[in-house]
């Protein structure tokens, strides 16, 4: 074996050590429970000149309110909100989207939430809330 060759492989081995050793603390996604989904019209304040995305059709604005529940032991934050809505007639309000919105910050325990929503006028209510989840990171997130 040649000294370059040696001293290669001996960089390896010290490289690989410091990595066994010191690692950076994992930013895993953790998963939130939601439960106590709920919604009712958002007072006149917020509801004025509501309009649907991407058109201007008239829409309800709605407050979908919960409990959302963060089992690990430390904050999590920017947890995508998930789920699906549909009206009284079993037609999706949100066609091709599960995602509904974001928390910013969820501490250890069970925290209140609310999202705004807003309903095409012309879909009967009352909607069905169903398979709400979200999910976040515990640890600061580049936006």
């Known amino acids: 074996m040649t000294f370059s060759s040696f001293l290669i492989v001996c960089i390896t081995w010290v490289l690989w050590l410091v990595s066994y050793i010191w690692t950076p603390a994992a930013l895993a996604l953790t998963q939130i429970p939601l ?11 917020l509801a004025e000149g509501t309009v649907t995305a991407g058109n201007f ?3 309800k604005c709605f407050l979908v309110t919960g ?3 963060n089992t690990s032991k430390r904050l999590v934050v ?3 909100i998930f789920g699906r809505i549909y009206d009284a007639n079993g037609n ?5 989207r599960t995602r509904l919105g974001a928390i910013d910050q969820i501490p250890p325990g069970i925290s209140d939430f609310e999202l705004r929503i807003s309903v095409p006028a012309n879909q009967p209510e009352p909607l069905k809330l169903e398979q709400f989840k979200a999910a976040g990171f515990t640890g600061s997130v580049r936006r």
Do not use: F, G
């Open 92 to 96: 999706s309000v949100m066609e091709n």
């Open 78 to 80: 920017n947890a995508d």
């Open 67 to 69: 409990k959302a529940e």
């Open 35 to 45: 439960s106590d989904i709920q919604y009712h019209e958002c007072p006149p304040e």
């Open 57 to 59: 059709t008239a829409a």
